[in-house]
């Protein structure tokens, strides 16, 4: 479920640099990282997961979380 208005934006426009994509309700943490996983598999960073009691203001929120790949740890070498 989605906002009829931003899809009819969105492909008004057809902007390369935004595309509207569908929603998945998140079940619980299993559902999450399989999720995660597929989206990782395929090249992705990671995913945007969003309070639905938030409602949207411009700016950073509280209402959304970023679930991202964790970052490489780097082993340094001790120069001689």
């Known amino acids: 479920l989605y906002n009829v208005g931003t899809v009819k934006l969105a492909s ?3 902007c390369k ?3 509207v ?3 998945e309700i998140c079940r619980d943490e299993a559902h999450l990282e399989k999720f995660c ?3 990782f598999d395929n090249g992705g960073e990671g995913i945007i997961l969003r309070d639905p009691l938030c409602l949207y203001k411009p700016g950073r929120s509280h ?5 991202k790949v964790p970052a490489p740890t780097h082993s340094w070498k001790k120069r001689n």
């Open 17 to 19: 640099y935004i595309s």
């Open 63 to 67: 209402g959304y979380l970023k679930h």
């Open 12 to 14: 008004a426009r057809q």
């Open 37 to 39: 996983q597929d989206i």
């Open 21 to 23: 994509v569908p929603y």
